[in-house]
C-alpha cells in the first residue's frame, strides 16, 4: 500500500525535487536552441510541421506507455491517444479514490509554462544540440508532471482522510460558486515557503562543485520561480480537483 | 570544432561524470529488482525471452537512432541493427579520424558490467517498480557508454596531435606484439587518481542534503569501484584502438 502519511509524501516530493534539479541542469549545459520548438523544424523527412520536441515528447510517451508508465496513478501522459500498454504491470495497493484520481490531469499547462521557462534557464542562441536538447526537456517535463501529480493525489487524499466532514463541507462551497474554504484548507503559506528556500538552496549547493569550463551554472532564483509559479499552483489546482470530484461534487 | 585541448576534454568528461552520478542516484531509489532482467519474465506479451531490461535498452536505443543520436561520433549504440536516422542532422565540424572513430566500439563489456554493479547499487530484493528501474538503468548506462567514448576518441586525438611520431612508433611495436609502450603512453596515474578521489568525494558531497527518510544513500566506494574497475580501463581500451587504427594499424 503506498503511504497517505502526511511525512512520507513530504519526504518523496523532496526526492521528486531533486531529480527536477539534476534535470534542469542537464538541459541548461546546452543553448535555448529555438528551432528546436519550431514547427517543421525537426529535420525529420516525414513529419510534418511538429518540432522536434513535439516529436520527442510523442515517442517517449509512445515508448513508455507500451511499458506501462501511465499505469501508475501519479504518471499523467501529454497524449491522450497512446498505444495500451504491451506488458501486465503489478501495482501496489493504491490509497486514493479512483475516480477522484483519475478527474486531475494537470498535464495541459505543463509544456506551456516549461517551454516559457527554457530561455531563462538556458544560454540564449544555438549550439546545434537540439536531439540532446529535447532528450532533456521531456525528462524534465516528465519529472515536473511526476511530482504535481503525486503532490496533488496524495496530499489531497491524506489531508481528506484527517478531516474528511470538513473538506467536503468546503467542497460543497466550492460547488455551490465560493472556492476560499476549499482554498483555506489546501494552501499552507508556511510550508510552500519552506518549499522554495530548500529548492533555491539545494540549487546552490547541488552546483557548488562544478566546474565552470564546461558546467554552465544555473540561477536559483529561476527553479524558485518555476515551483512558485508552476508546480505549486498546479498541485494545489490538481488537489482542487481531486476533492471535488472525492466529494462527489 | 569539438576542441581537442586536453584541458578542455577533461572538464566535459567531469561534466559527464556528474551525470553518471545523477543518474547512478536515481537508479539507488528503487530495490535490485532481479526480475526485470530475467528472461522471460518482462511482462510483455509478445516479447519472448527477453528481459525488461533487454526490451527497454532497445526501444531507447530504436526511439534515439531515428532521432540522429548515434551520428553523434561519442555516442556509440548497443545494439548493432538499429534504423537509420529519420532526421538530418548538422554536426559540429569533427576533429577526429573518421577511420579511427570508427574502430572504437567499447559497448561490449558495459551492459554486462553494470549490471553486475547492480545488486552494489541498489538495496536487495523486490519493490515492483521494474518499469522505473530499467528506464534509470539506460539512461545510466548511455552516460556510461557516452563518457567511455568521449575520453577514448578525444584523449587519443589530443595526445596524438600532440606527439604523431612517437604514438605512431608505439602504436607499430603494439602492432608487432608489444603494447607497452602504447601503454605507457596513455596511462596517467597521477589523472586516474585524481578522477577516482573527486568521483567519491562528488557522490559524498551531492548526497549530503539528501533526506533519508525516502531517497537512498550509495556508497562512493562503488562509484569509485565502477570508475576504476569498468570506466578508466574501457576507456583506455578505447584510446588503444583508436590509436592503431590512426596509425594504420
New interface residues.
Given amino acids: 500500500m503506498v503511504s497517505v502519511d502526511l511525512?512520507?509524501i513530504a519526504?518523496?516530493l523532496?526526492?521528486l525535487e531533486?531529480?527536477i534539479i539534476?534535470r534542469l541542469i542537464?538541459r541548461a549545459?546546452f543553448r535555448e536552441n529555438p528551432a528546436a520548438y519550431s514547427p517543421g523544424r525537426?529535420?525529420?523527412?516525414?513529419?510534418g510541421d511538429r518540432s522536434?520536441f513535439d516529436?520527442?515528447l510523442r515517442?517517449?510517451e509512445e515508448?513508455d506507455a507500451?511499458?506501462?508508465?501511465f499505469e501508475v496513478p501519479e504518471e499523467c501522459p501529454f497524449h491522450a491517444d497512446l498505444p495500451a500498454p504491451?506488458?501486465?504491470?503489478?501495482?501496489?495497493e493504491s490509497p486514493l479514490e479512483p475516480t477522484a484520481a483519475a478527474a486531475v490531469n494537470c498535464t495541459p499547462g505543463i509544456v506551456e509554462t516549461y517551454l516559457k521557462f527554457v530561455p531563462a534557464l538556458c544560454e540564449s542562441g544555438n549550439d546545434?544540440q537540439h536531439?540532446s536538447s529535447v532528450?532533456h526537456d521531456v525528462?524534465a517535463i516528465q519529472a515536473i508532471g511526476r511530482r504535481v501529480h503525486y503532490g496533488a493525489l496524495y496530499v489531497a487524499e491524506s489531508k481528506y482522510r484527517a478531516s474528511p466532514a470538513q473538506h467536503s463541507a468546503a467542497a460543497e462551497s466550492a460547488a455551490a460558486g465560493d472556492r476560499s474554504p476549499l482554498l483555506a484548507l489546501i494552501t499552507r503559506p508556511e510550508i510552500e515557503d519552506r518549499i522554495l528556500r530548500r529548492v533555491s538552496?539545494?540549487v546552490d549547493?547541488?552546483q557548488?562543485?562544478?566546474?565552470l569550463?564546461?558546467?554552465r551554472r544555473i540561477d536559483p532564483q529561476i527553479v524558485l520561480r518555476l515551483y512558485r509559479d508552476t508546480i505549486i499552483p498546479m498541485t494545489k489546482r490538481g488537489e482542487i480537483d481531486y476533492l471535488l470530484a472525492r466529494a462527489g461534487r
Avoid at 507500451?66 to 508508465?69: D, I, L, P, V
Avoid at 504491451?86 to 501496489?92: E, G, I, Q, T, Y
Fill in positions: 511525512s512520507v519526504a518523496h523532496e526526492g531533486e531529480t539534476h542537464d549545459q525537426s529535420g525529420f523527412n516525414d513529419a522536434l516529436l520527442r515517442h517517449q515508448m507500451a511499458f506501462g508508465r504491451r506488458r501486465s504491470v503489478a501495482l501496489p546545434g536531439g532528450e525528462l538552496e539545494k549547493y547541488i557548488a562543485p562544478l566546474n569550463v564546461v558546467r
